[in-house]
């Protein structure tokens, strides 16, 4: 798996139901109203790559299948 840039993950994050529910300075949280699953999105750059480790505990934490993610 490959670092996406913030702006892509907003996109799938979107596409899988999840609101923006709140933003302090360069994170932005994003919310499932349906499973209340909470995800927090760093913003260092909208075009910025997330680095694996982070994006790695997006994906888990989201409950999103990794296969969304290319």
Do not use: C, D, Y
């Not at 933003?23 to 919310?31: A, C, D, G, R, Y």
């Amino acid at each position: 798996m490959r670092p996406i840039s913030a702006k892509k993950l907003i996109k799938i994050l979107k596409e899988n139901e999840f609101m923006l529910s709140r933003q302090k300075e360069s994170h932005m949280i994003w919310k499932n109203l349906k499973t209340n699953i909470i995800v927090p999105v760093p913003l260092h750059g909208k075009s910025k790559p997330i680095p694996i480790g982070t994006l790695m505990a997006i994906i888990k934490q989201s409950k999103i299948p990794k296969e969304r993610f290319k």
